[in-house]
């Protein structure tokens, strides 16, 4: 078994640094997350023979697509390109495998790789000691009693494997509390079962929102989309094949912005004009602005074409929601029975990273920590942000999707076996 804490095995030792507190030194790295990028990282260190811990704070590997996505999710991308490193799909599995697929290609994974999360168990604080140069990561365990302890673990190398996704992002709206219906954020929703007849407001048009909307209209009732800014809208597949595999194909001889400037034409052919919908698309094409910003594109299953025929309704930017509905930007004011937020997610490796924390640095005279931004995410962008200073690694901030998370994972894997020959 090559992937469980040493208080398992031979007992917790004390770390010198925290005499108080019980502290397990783990023989490889920690890595904080059991998604796919930490199952990843895990299973690339185990091929090179180097035993790590993974800490997780829910009850199972997977927490985002197991709790926190609707019933209808499966992959907007072809298999080959979601996978994670080492490990096919099954062949049985479809070309766009569905959620429950997903989960069972993960669960086979950790079980193939003989990962053992320590689930229940969060980071809630991370930091490097200058003084033995370990880090020493305190997270609250929670044992199936229900009996909750802090523990301690102690490593040369920690993985930030938490996700791009970790919190849902909720806006602070004006008027929220008035309203009446039931709030619900998109992390939340699993289908449209209760709202057969209802108004149902949706804001934000990624493809969460998108794809809430299409089921909403499948479960009969009457989804209106809420649209801050400009958004592409993709088919998931053109000319045949899926939009992303060609997109790969084309860049490989041919420059990103030319690229886009296929793919929008091609897509426009397809679906036709979105802005024309009110779904206006950004100046910088589709893969600039996911490389440049992480935004990506909506790979459409459908909901577009249910726009065009009006049952999914677009409305403009929320300007305050009221006891019965909401106001909007154009000073429209609309009656819903429930509103979703489909306004996305945000790192919070700020909330535990404390050498990326400004205040626990300035309370403890910590130095600056270059490499996380106050938003979570690594300050150098892919290709280069899976490496920071003294063992720190992170997986999965890229803004790529899995694929990102894989490459990240076999960096990490590599770089962490040249310091462990070297120790
Ligand atoms: C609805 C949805 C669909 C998506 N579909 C695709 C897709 O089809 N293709 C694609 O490439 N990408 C997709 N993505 C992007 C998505 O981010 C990745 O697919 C993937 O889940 C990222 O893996 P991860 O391990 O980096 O993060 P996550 O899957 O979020 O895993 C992070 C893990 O860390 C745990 N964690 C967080 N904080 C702590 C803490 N403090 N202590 C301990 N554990 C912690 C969480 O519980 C979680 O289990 C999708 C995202 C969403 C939200
Ligand atoms: N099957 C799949 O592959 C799926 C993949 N995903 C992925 O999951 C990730 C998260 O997607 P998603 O949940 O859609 O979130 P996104 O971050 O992609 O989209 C959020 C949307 O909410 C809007 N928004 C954010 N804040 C506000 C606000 N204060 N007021 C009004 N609108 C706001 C944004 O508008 P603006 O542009 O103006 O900021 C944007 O339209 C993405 O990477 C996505 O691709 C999600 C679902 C399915
Ligand atoms: O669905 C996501 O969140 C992804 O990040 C998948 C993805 C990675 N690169 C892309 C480029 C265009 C569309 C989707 C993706």
């Keep these: 078994m090559t992937n469980a804490a040493s208080d398992e095995d031979g007992g917790p030792e004390t770390s010198p640094a925290h005499p108080t507190l019980s502290a397990t030194v783990i023989p490889g790295p920690i890595i904080v997350g059991a998604g796919p990028s930490g199952l990843a990282t895990a299973a690339s260190l185990h091929l090179l023979s180097i035993p790590s811990v993974i800490i997780e704070r829910s009850d199972g590997i997977a927490h985002l697509w197991r709790h926190q996505s609707y019933d209808r999710l ?11 490193p080492h490990l096919h799909f099954p062949s049985h599995h479809p070309n766009y495998p569905s959620k429950s697929d997903f989960v069972s290609y993960l669960v086979s994974y950790a079980h193939h790789f003989g990962l053992r999360p320590l689930f229940q168990c969060a980071a809630t604080a991370a930091r490097f000691d200058e003084t033995d140069s370990l880090w020493h990561v305190a997270a609250a365990r929670r044992w199936p009693e229900g009996r909750e302890q802090v523990v301690e673990f102690v490593s040369p190398w920690l993985v930030v494997a938490t996700g791009e996704n970790a919190e849902p992002v909720v806006p602070e709206m004006k008027g929220r509390e008035a309203f009446k219906g039931g709030v619900l954020h998109s992390s939340e929703y699993k289908n449209g079962v209760d709202c057969k007849g209802k108004r149902v407001l949706v804001v934000g048009c990624g493809n969460s929102g998108m ?16 649209v801050r800014s400009g958004v592409h809208v993709l088919p998931r597949e053109l000319l045949g094949i899926s939009t992303f595999r060609l997109a790969m194909k084309l860049l490989k001889w041919l420059p990103v912005r030319l690229v886009d400037k296929i793919l929008v034409l091609l897509a426009r052919m397809v679906i036709g004009d979105t ?5 206006k698309r950004p100046k910088i094409g589709p893969l600039e602005l996911k490389n440049a910003t992480g935004k990506t594109p909506v790979l459409d299953v459908g909901a577009f074409n249910l726009i065009k025929k009006g049952s999914i309704k677009i409305v403009s930017e929320v300007e305050s929601l009221t006891r019965n509905g909401a106001k909007f930007a154009d000073g429209r004011e609309m009656a819903f029975d429930s509103v979703i937020f489909a306004t996305g997610y945000r790192s919070n490796v700020a909330h535990w990273l404390k050498a990326n924390n400004k205040k626990f640095r300035l309370l403890h005279s910590l130095q600056d920590c270059d490499f996380f931004s106050d938003d979570g995410k690594p300050k150098y962008p892919f290709p280069n942000g899976w490496k920071g200073e003294n063992g720190l690694y992170c997986v999965g901030f890229t803004g790529r999707g899995l694929l990102g998370a894989s490459i990240d994972a076999e960096k990490v894997a590599l770089d962490i076996a040249d310091r462990w020959k070297n120790l």
């Design 275 to 279: 802005g024309k919908y009110g779904l």
């Design 74 to 84: 499966s992959l907007h991308l072809p298999k080959q390109f979601c996978e994670l």
């Design 211 to 226: 794809e809430m909307c299409l089921d909403l209209c499948e479960y009969g009732a009457m989804p209106f989309l809420s």
